[in-house]
């Protein structure tokens, strides 16, 4: 026998007098007063910050948050939820200088840190009656009395004790190394952050002369960070693929891979002209140690101060033959590859940009932010006839998700925490977990792992 039921229903009339009759009759609290000797199933909420509002996807993750801690109260489990608010972090700093009306680490210095944090503690807070009634009215059950906040120093000595004990355990380190940076926060980022960040945007690459040391002959490299250039110290070839010398239609010689050289050079040539001849051909591993002479002068000087010698062609597998000429640009402090690679054979380090992403003084664009340096060292380059071509190109550039400030990919000391060594560890336990969907644990959070 069914019950008809009401066409008149207002159910979010109703759900509100549920939602009433929780609170007024502590519903959740006995939830958890009847289950109290009973087997303890721990839920602590990932927290949310409350100086931004609540939107749809919120909606979404509360319930399936909500979901789980039910199931388990439903199975006699003693459930207590803890809410938390994360009070932390360059989003809620972001907020506030936008309030404040001032940009970056300098302008918060001179504005004075103990008045920063308090405008930002008060910060976090904006929203925390939207989010709690917003948590109420999708059935949202947690303990916002007493939450975790992020910023009290009880939650931070346990990050302190936390960190301890991976120290304890030798998995913390100092590295140097290539990180995706944004100077105007003056943070690296995650590879997950980054991936929040991409647009497409349409650049001018560089394929520049590198002057052959004794011969009238250049390589030919491609670059698509033209600010980069001021620090480069070597060029790399694939060992193993083919390489010539030749005479092009423009009047001068040059080394680049066989495989490019209609791409490359084929639409100097006139109707009928031939755009090339083949003086002699290599494989990149003959053209190994074989020097140029610096592109910019600050180079140069800073490497015989490093008492280092560069400027020559290295090998590696990583280089191809899908674009370019063959031949990279390598700058040590702008590529793991380049990092890597250099490395290897001990190039002279040359980082002539600062933290906050401008080129140094001893460069000709100090000061210029590096984005905007790029135009600069085109022209410069084509006045001393050592710029071959500019050509435009789209690609998909990193941006930081916080600011939207262009990245760039920087030499810099840290501090690391060793994952590989635990990783066994982390998939094994990942394996033990009933993921549902299953295609989520074995997917795209076990790949993750």
Known sequence: MYEKVDSNLNFVEREKATEKFWHENGIFKKSMAQREDNEIFTFYDGPPTANGKPHIGHVLTRVIKDMIPRYQTMKGKMVPRKAGWDTHGLPVELEVEKKLGIDGKDQIESYGLEPFIKECKESVWKYKGMWEDFSRTVGFWADMDNPYVTYDNSFIESEWWALKQIWNKGLLYKGFKIVPYCPRCGTPLSAQEVAQGYKQVKERSAVVRFKVVGEDAYFLAWTTTPWTLPSN?????????????????????????????????????????????????????????????????????????????????????????????????????????????????DLPFLQFVDSKG????????????????????????????????????????????????????????????????????????????????????????????
């Open 233 to 345: 110290s070597g060029l790399c070839v694939n060992p193993s693929e083919s390489y010539c010398k030749v005479k092009c239609c423009d009047g001068y010689t040059y080394y680049m891979a066989e495989a490019l050289l209609d791409t490359v050079l084929g639409p100097l040539a006139g109707e009928g002209e031939k755009a090339y001849e083949i003086l002699e051909t290599y494989t990149g591993k003959d053209l190994e140690y074989k020097e140029y002479e610096p592109l910019f002068a600050c180079a140069g000087e800073t490497a015989k101060k490093q008492g280092k010698k560069g400027f020559f062609v290295i090998c590696d597998d990583y280089v191809t033959m899908g674009d370019g000429t063959g031949i990279v640009h390598i700058a040590l402090a702008f590529g793991e590859d380049d990092n890597r690679v250099g490395r290897k054979y």
């Open 358 to 449: 401008n080129m140094t003084p001893n460069t000709p664009y100090g000061g210029v932010f590096v984005k905007k340096a790029d135009p600069m060292v085109l022209t410069d380059l084509d006045k001393e006839g050592k710029l071959f071509s500019a050509p435009n190109f789209v690609h998909d550039y990193p941006h930081c998700w916080r600011c939207d400030t262009p990245l760039i990919y920087y030499a810099r000391e840290s501090w690391f925490i060793n994952m590989q060594s635990v990783k066994d560890d982390l998939i094994r336990n990942n394996n033990t977990i009933n993921w549902i969907p299953e295609s989520i644990g074995k997917g795209r959070f076990g790949d993750w792992l």
